[in-house]
């Protein structure tokens, strides 16, 4: 059994180190539970059950983020009210009745969404990129207005930074764009290809887990198992070790293989729509704009 708990687990204290709004950490096995861990914790802290998601946008395969993650424009429904889409059988109705959507990078339909139902949202989950989307840059000012409408109607905001997480910064999306997310989940590149997750977020939220007896409750396992906090901790002490030059020159890697990838698909006479690797450009892609008309 590997369901108490282990030395590794002060491997913790190196993710809030890096991670600038990060009070407390617990670990799980997936992306999924991570996410899904999140969105119970949020509605155990505000009491309120409703979830906001953005179209296009993947958070892993528990029921209540399988809608609208890879729609079809034509099913969609008009941008203020969007049908909600689930992405196969199996997703009770009941259970879509808890979750809304939303065109992503779009601040003002988010703040009349929130003025009308924020007594009702318990959190708003977004990517810091639309990693599902073929790397989609937010929009200038775009995350820091869902932190600002967020706040202003109490509700919290999860940044789901499996994908972004100590890969585009040492830091993750959350300081490279500079906003300050309530509760944010980590993976993929936490542990360079072991199976950990990091759910981790503001000390009052995070306390709200398994501690009271209203908390959230929060079981695994092989959550913090030795063997993937192993990996975490190498991974995370040699991040820390390369600092910031290290990132700048990865990016600089990754921009010149773009780069040559682009000068291939031309001489070969291809149209393929590459993102810069370096600013995530949204200048060149065709989803970048609004998925349907408004």
């Not at 997480?165 to 509760?183: C, K, W």
């Not at 929060?218 to 990132?247: Q, R, V």
């Not at 921009?255 to 600013?279: K, S």
Request: proline share 5%; glycine share 10%; aromatic share 8%.
């Amino acid at each position: 059994m590997f369901g108490t708990g282990n030395q590794l687990e002060e491997t913790a204290r190196l993710v809030n180190e890096l991670v600038p709004a990060s009070d407390l950490t617990k670990f799980t096995c997936s992306g999924t539970e991570g996410i899904m861990s999140a969105i119970r914790l949020a509605r155990a802290f505000t009491g309120k059950d409703k979830i906001l998601k953005f179209e296009g946008l993947y958070h892993g395969h528990h029921d209540y983020v399988m809608v609208n993650d890879k729609p079809a424009a034509r099913d969609l429904g008009s941008r203020q009210n969007p049908h909600k889409i689930p992405s196969g059988t199996g997703i009770p109705r009941k259970t879509l009745e808890s979750v809304e959507t939303l065109p992503w990078n779009d601040s003002e339909l988010l703040a009349r969404k929130l003025e009308r139902d924020g007594d009702e949202m318990a959190a708003v989950m977004t990517e810091g990129v639309m990693s599902n989307g073929r790397l989609l840059r937010p929009r200038d000012g775009f995350l820091q207005d869902v932190r600002e409408l967020t706040r202003e109607h109490d509700v919290l905001l999860i940044l789901d930074e499996v994908m972004t997480g100590f890969r585009m910064d040492l830091h993750g999306a959350q300081g490279y764009f500079d906003v300050a997310p309530d509760l944010a989940v980590f993976g993929k590149g936490l542990a360079n290809g072991y199976p950990v997750t990091a759910l981790t977020g503001r000390e009052k939220v995070m306390r709200k887990l398994n501690g009271q007896p209203d908390g959230a409750p929060f079981y695994g396992t092989y959550s913090g198992h030795p063997l993937a906090l192993a990996g975490a901790k190498a991974n995370l002490e040699a991040l820390s070790e390369i600092g910031e030059d290290g990132y700048d020159e990865f990016l600089s890697r990754g921009q010149r293989l773009v780069e040559g990838l682009r000068e291939i698909a031309n001489d070969a006479g291809h149209d393929v729509y590459i993102p810069d690797f370096t600013g995530f450009s949204t200048s060149t892609s065709p989803t970048a704009r609004p998925i349907r008309p408004s």
